[in-house]
């Protein structure tokens, strides 16, 4: 069974990007996350990542039915 909470770590390495990266999703609001502990530790429950997930797939098949390919753009 898959845990319910990541690490920034294992988000990051899940969507293959930096930790920093991470953190700056999680604190600008982009990703949704909470804070634990007295460390204030920084979690993102798994099916937040799903849906982050999935909005990027949307955004990015909007962006690009708007901009579609031009003969210079397939060289």
């Known amino acids: 069974m898959e845990p319910r909470f990541l690490l920034l770590s294992d ?27 007295g460390r204030g530790q920084w979690r993102v429950e798994r099916t937040r990542l799903e849906e982050y997930i999935q909005q990027k797939y949307e955004e990015t098949a909007d962006w690009v039915r708007s901009n579609p390919l031009t003969e210079r753009d397939a060289e």
């Open 11 to 37: 988000v990051a390495a899940e969507l293959n990007v930096s930790d920093s990266q991470v953190y700056h999703m999680v604190r600008s609001g982009e990703l949704p996350a909470i804070k634990i502990g």
